[in-house]
């Protein structure tokens, strides 16, 4: 089993960034592929993020790409994202997830998840 607790949500004007953080426990992450995810109140579950166990393949939904990052550090267990230009779109609970390495975009291939973490952005 894996446990995955986000943090580094809250509340932010819109331009500025948050870097939000994923820290597992109970197992190595090493051999995951970890994605992170958003909710909207009244939206469905929308794909973030991906990062492959490795590091070296990422893949980021089309309403983020080229403002946020994903990256990992399996030494430290932890997987992080980092958000720039943050816009009140990106208004959420954000989820982090692991999976295997071919789970990419469909959160129903995540076998692990955590309790989310919320971010607001003020307009």
């Known amino acids: 089993q894996v446990q995955l607790v986000e943090s580094g949500g809250e509340l932010v004007q819109a331009g500025g960034s948050l870097r939000l953080s994923c820290a597992a426990s109970?197992?190595?992450?090493?051999?995951?592929?970890m994605g992170w995810f958003r909710q909207a109140p009244g939206k469905e579950r929308e794909f973030v993020a991906r990062?492959?166990?490795?590091?070296?393949?990422?893949l980021y939904g089309n309403s983020v790409k080229g403002r946020f990052t994903i990256s990992r550090d399996n030494g430290k267990n932890t997987v992080f994202l980092q958000m720039n230009s943050l816009k009140p779109e990106d208004t959420a609970v954000y989820y982090c997830?692991?999976?295997?390495?071919?789970?990419?975009?469909?959160?129903?291939?995540?076998?692990?998840w955590g309790q989310g973490t919320q971010v607001t952005v003020s307009s």
């Open positions: 997830a692991a999976g295997p390495s071919y789970s990419g975009t469909i959160s129903a291939l995540y076998n692990y």
């Open positions: 109970g197992r190595s992450i090493s051999n995951y592929a």
């Open positions: 990062i492959s166990w490795d590091a070296l393949q990422t």
